[in-house]
């Protein structure tokens, strides 16, 4: 008899259980809310890397275009070049900024091949009279290009292994541009 009372009884409790809805919003945030979290964190992570992203294509761009307005430049012109990057960057890391500018002579046979060459490392990235590729569409006989390579390595700021799935905590992002020379035939560089 006492057995029958239990069972009415946690029955009772039990439908009364299933019917009550108080912490249900409680319960439903527990569970949505670590998932909203790696999706904010996901979203400034992916905010920050584009942000980086432009910088980096900006401060290519800027080196090339401001390098192929010269009529001749020396070493310490390119290594300004390197403040003119970094000051693009602010407010954003370029510690371990690498650049890399060229100058390419087009033949009349469109055969394109480094003049000279300047690395922000201090040796030059490609042998002069080396020949090089360049786009198709910059590819016109009888002119004169520079290259623009920099790349930076941007660090991921909310890294996260566990939820992303990877081990990936460092990106290298880079950008290369093409200008053609403004004044005269050439841009020389003295002591390259």
Excluded at 24 to 50: K, N, R
Excluded at 172 to 179: K, N, Q, S, V, Y
Excluded at 184 to 192: A, E, K, L, V, Y
Aim: glycine content about 4%; hydrophobic content about 50%.
């Amino acid at each position: 008899m006492r057995l029958l009372t239990v069972a009415r009884i946690l029955r009772h409790h039990l439908r009364a259980l299933r019917h009550d809805r108080a912490g249900v919003g409680g319960v439903e945030f527990a569970l949505i809310a670590p998932m909203l979290l790696v999706l904010y964190l996901g979203a400034f992570e992916l905010t920050m890397g584009l942000s980086v992203a432009k910088k980096v294509s900006l401060a290519s761009s800027t080196v090339a275009d401001l390098v192929a307005r010269q009529d001749k430049v020396t070493k310490s012109s390119l290594t300004a070049m390197s403040n003119v990057a970094q000051a693009i960057f602010v407010p954003y890391a370029s510690d371990d900024l690498l650049i890399k500018i060229s100058a390419i002579q087009i033949d009349a046979n469109q055969s394109a091949k480094v003049v000279w060459s300047w690395s922000t490392t201090g040796t030059a990235p490609y042998a002069a009279n080396a020949v090089t590729d360049v786009p198709s569409g910059m590819l016109v006989a009888n002119t004169f290009l520079i290259r623009s390579e920099l790349s930076v390595t941007h660090e991921l700021l909310m890294y996260m292994p566990n939820f992303s799935g990877s081990e990936i905590k460092h990106l290298t992002l880079a950008r290369e541009f093409f200008f053609r020379q403004r004044l005269g035939d050439d841009i020389s560089c003295t002591d390259c």
